[in-house]
């Protein structure tokens, strides 16, 4: 059995991806430019989602999209449950590093703990979900302020991820990381926070560096960054 029906969806997906802010009427060249696809297959798959309302075309022949992708993302948005998301992937990170994990969140010029899950065992910091703090310098408080409020706090992009101990208490550290979402936009911070006794030695040894970018980029990648984006962001 051949392939040609998964790769004609995919066709017509990635012309549904050519719309962007700036670019929300595109003729049939335009998207046979931006796509790379013949122009006349252009066309027929254009006929096809016009048929079914995903887009919908202009007596100037010009195309945009149709009601049915509205419809489509508000039964997301209805679906989509950030916790549901979030959560296993803290779970993992708590369950492997040992350490309290966490995702903060900017709310009205504070840090927000949106989310949090502590580890089984061993001496940690414990905090609430919901608990607020100032947006001061601990490695928390600097990704919201550089990614959130674009703060220019470092001459050049800082390694990821960042890391302070003693910002807030001298018995306490933290890594953080930013996440990512739709449009590669920044959502929070994911963190490991933990007493500095056993997180300054981690830091100097990177030993936990890989394991918080790569559930940095998973959780980015869930929340609807791009896999280029991602890719490039949390390189180690």
């Not at 302070?164 to 911070?189: E, K, L, S, W, Y």
């Not at 933990?194 to 970018?213: I, K």
Request: glycine share 8%; net charge neutral.
């Amino acid at each position: 059995m051949g392939n040609e029906g998964v790769v004609a969806v995919e066709k017509a997906l990635s012309l549904l991806d050519c719309f962007k802010p700036g670019a929300e009427a595109l003729s049939l060249a335009a998207l046979a430019l931006a796509s790379g696809i013949h122009k006349t297959t252009v066309y027929r798959l254009m006929n096809s989602l016009e048929r079914m309302n995903y887009v919908v075309r202009s007596e100037a022949g010009l195309y945009s999209l149709g009601p049915r992708l509205l419809y489509l993302g508000k039964l997301y948005e209805q679906s989509f449950h950030l916790a549901s998301v979030v959560e296993p992937v803290l779970h993992h990170l708590a369950t492997t590093t040992k350490e309290s994990a966490s995702y903060y969140v900017l709310e009205k010029n504070l840090r927000l703990c949106l989310f949090r899950v502590e580890p089984s065992e061993g001496l940690r910091e414990t905090r609430l979900p919901g608990t607020a703090f100032p947006l001061d310098d601990t490695a928390i408080g600097k990704v919201l302020r550089v990614w959130g409020l674009h703060e220019r706090l470092f001459e050049k992009p800082p390694q990821l991820p960042i890391f302070t101990a003693g910002a807030r208490d001298q018995h306490t550290a933290a890594f953080a990381t930013p996440v990512f979402g739709a449009g590669d936009n920044f959502m929070a911070a994911l963190t490991l926070s933990g007493p500095a006794s056993r997180l300054e030695p981690a830091y100097a040894s990177g030993s936990l560096t890989e394991v918080q970018l790569a559930s940095a980029s998973e959780l980015s990648r869930k929340l609807g960054a791009s896999a280029l984006f991602c890719e490039r962001m949390y390189a180690a």
